[in-house]
């Protein structure tokens, strides 16, 4: 059977500032869904991370489906009008548009979705970063789905070893390409080291080798919000869906892609360098320097159009560690305050403020002797 995983996402209105959703809110978003659910989609798991709330659904529509993003969209408006009525800073900021039309291209939420075939079992792990940007899912996905010293199942599973194929984007001159792993993992490495530009959108098993189905394995939401609404509103803060085990890599091995905390682009006023540090739902507001950058991990299998789970995946000891590193590294750069590369290059800060300063200081500027 074919079954679509839709996971949608939204800032609409944090508490207090940037830092964590509402109870409030959630219960809103929720009840909207209960309610207007029946014959859009089959289930449905509500989440968040940070200031971001999150809805994970499976139907059977495909992807851009016009019901199920409008389901996404309506029950997003129903929070919005709670946030705004308590208050909530920058309540309804992710809903750029006054009314739906189509799907939410465009729109603000970010969206990560995929049409499968259903396996016996269906596995899979839902990513939810907050304060960093879809490319900073460019190092652990390539962990997963191409770096044997992560995922031992590409030596060892005969069913992975010859590896997967890989859809990239540029965000900015918006063109995609396709690379296999592992031939051409050079040639992809070149491009997604630049993360802020080129990012890896899906992942899909390679049919020619294996005799499947080109599957599609993961996917990454990639909605650039600040060239959305062509001025900054708030960082991407991407999701992703993985599917795992039998032939895909397991739990762990995806999991583990996460054990050290990289550095990421985002943090505060979007315009930051810091850890990426792995957590629990619980822990995941953000607090220090509007941070650090946090990852939550959901655990799903799927079964008939009906969501088990999820089970949180970094609430586990065995990430304390990585936990304690972040913290360090985030002590180490904090130190570095406004300069770079703790501070992101002109170009790449998502916050608008530098240009006025700049605009400012023009006229201050005087020609040196060459
Ligand atoms: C970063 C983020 C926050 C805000 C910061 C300033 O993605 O959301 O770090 O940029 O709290 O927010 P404003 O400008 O809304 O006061
Ligand atoms: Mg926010
Ligand atoms: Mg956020």
Do not use: C
């Amino acid at each position: 059977m074919k079954i679509t995983i839709s996971h949608i996402k939204a800032d609409i209105g944090s508490l207090p500032g940037h830092s964590t959703v509402d109870d409030k809110v959630m219960a809103a978003i929720e009840k909207y869904i209960k309610e207007n659910y029946k014959g859009k989609i089959s289930d449905y798991k509500m989440s968040h991370v940070g200031d971001d709330a999150q809805i994970t659904m499976i139907h059977t529509g495909g992807i851009n489906n016009k019901e199920v993003h409008e389901l996404a969209w309506n029950a997003f408006k129903a929070g919005t009008e709670v946030a705004k009525e308590i208050g909530l800073y920058g309540a309804g900021q992710d809903l750029l548009k006054d009314s739906f039309s189509g799907n939410l291209k465009g729109m603000g939420p970010g969206v990560a979705e995929m049409e499968i075939n259903e396996r016996p079992s269906e596995p899979f792990i839902v990513y939810m970063m907050d304060k960093t940007e879809p490319g900073a899912f460019n190092l652990p996905i390539y962990k997963m789905f191409a770096d044997p010293f992560n995922t031992p199942g590409l030596v060892i599973d005969g069913g992975m070893h010859d590896g997967f194929r890989f859809e990239v984007w540029d965000v900015i001159d918006h063109k995609n390409i396709m690379f296999d792993s592992p031939s051409e993992i050079y040639d992809m490495l070149a491009l997604i080291g630049s993360k802020s530009r080129y990012v890896i959108k899906r992942v899909y098993t390679r049919s020619e080798n294996k005799k499947l189905p080109d599957e599609n394995v993961a996917v990454i939401s990639t909605d650039k919000l600040s060239m959305i609404a062509g001025k900054y509103v708030g960082k991407d803060d991407p999701a992703a869906v993985v599917r795992i085990q039998s032939g895909l890599p397991a739990a762990g091995e995806s999991l583990e892609a996460f054990s050290f905390p990289y550095l990421v682009s985002g943090w505060m006023r979007g315009s930051f360098n810091g850890p990426l540090m792995p957590v629990s739902m619980k822990d995941s507001k953000m607090t220090r320097f509007d941070g650090p950058p946090r990852v939550v991990a959901l655990g799903f299998v799927e079964k008939n159009g009906r969501l088990e789970g999820p089970v949180d995946m970094f609430d586990d000891p065995a990430f304390d560690y990585a936990r304690r590193i972040a913290v360090e590294m985030t002590d180490h750069i904090r130190r570095m305050g406004p300069f770079e590369p703790h501070r992101l290059p002109d170009q790449d800060m998502e916050y608008t403020t530098l240009p006025a300063v700049i605009e400012k200081l023009k006229g201050r500027f005087k020609d040196m002797e060459k």
